[in-house]
Nanobody, 125 residues
């Protein structure tokens, strides 16, 4: 069992930056593919970014490409989401997720086995 905890959410002005952190207990994250998703009020959970176990391969939603960066530090058992040039439409609860084994579509919610409880990000205009 993997217990994921997100932190770093909060209120930021449009154009500002925020860094989200996902830490794990129970197991090391080094062998897991990791992803960040978000869910705005009244909307479905959507893919934001993913990173493979070694950190060499990343994937981004078009809406955040060039603004957000996903990274990981396996020595610290942590995954990060650096959010730059934030926009009001980035407002959502952000979730990190872990995948036990590689799946064909890392953008899919169903590709992940463990989820954190989420952290709220609010971008004011």
């Amino acid at each position: 069992q993997v217990h994921l905890v997100e932190s770093g959410g909060g209120l930021v002005q449009a154009g500002g930056s925020l860094r989200l952190t996902c830490t794990a207990s129970g197991r090391t994250l080094s062998s897991y593919g990791m992803g960040w998703f978000r869910q705005a009020a009244g909307k479905e959970r959507e893919f934001v970014a993913a990173i493979n176990w070694g950190g060499a391969t990343t994937l981004y939603a078009d809406s955040v490409k060039g603004r957000f960066t996903i990274s990981r530090d396996n020595a610290k058992n942590a995954v990060y989401l650096q959010m730059n040039s934030a926009k009001p439409e980035d407002t959502a609860v952000y979730y990190c997720a872990a995948a036990i084994s590689p799946r064909p579509d890392r953008r899919a919610v169903g590709a992940y086995d463990y989820w954190g409880q989420g952290t709220q990000v609010t971008v004011s205009s």
